[in-house]
């Protein structure tokens, strides 16, 4: 997978300190992430349409810098974390797909709880973390 994989396993490494059972967490392309990034440009990746698996779209390879490889691993496992522990936004039946209060939900989970602390979203409006 190259730049995409080793930069999420980094990531994850660091998650896991936290919660240790984040370690099976997988990355993966597919086709889904593809179509969905292929509509809107700063979709890059997903998660929870396979349990403990992060998506994301082959163009990340070539079009993300490590740096938002990386910030957009941490908010993906974000969302794994708030849809596993039940937060709030995450635990609503069916909660709406990127709406606002559950990309916020994630990014804080993110900072404060996985200790991404200088999680931001760039010039691009993609996240970024540097390390």
């Known amino acids: 997978m190259g730049r995409?994989?080793?930069l999420f396993v980094l990531a994850r490494a660091?998650?896991?300190m936290k919660f240790p059972w984040l370690a099976k967490v997988e990355v993966r392309f597919c086709r889904q992430a593809d179509a969905?990034?292929?509509k809107k440009w700063r979709h890059f990746a997903h998660t929870n349409h396979d349990v403990y698996t992060v998506c994301f779209a082959k163009a990340s390879e070539e079009d993300?810098?490590?740096?938002?490889?990386?910030?957009?691993?941490?908010?993906?496992l974000g969302h794994i974390v708030g849809t596993r522990l039940r937060y709030?936004?995450?635990a609503r039946l069916n909660p709406p797909?990127?709406?606002k209060p559950v990309e916020e939900e994630a990014q804080r989970i993110a900072r404060e709880v996985l200790g991404f602390t200088?999680?931001?979203l760039n010039?691009?409006?993609?996240q970024e973390l540097s390390i």
């Not at 490590?66 to 908010?75: C, N, P, R, S, V």
């Open 64 to 76: 993300l810098t490590d740096e938002e490889i990386l910030g957009i691993t941490a908010h993906e």
């Open 88 to 90: 709030p936004e995450h």
């Open 14 to 16: 660091h998650a896991a």
């Open 36 to 38: 969905t990034h292929k």
């Open 123 to 126: 010039h691009r409006q993609l």
């Open 97 to 99: 797909h990127w709406k």
């Open 118 to 120: 200088n999680l931001r």
């Open 4 to 6: 995409v994989e080793t």
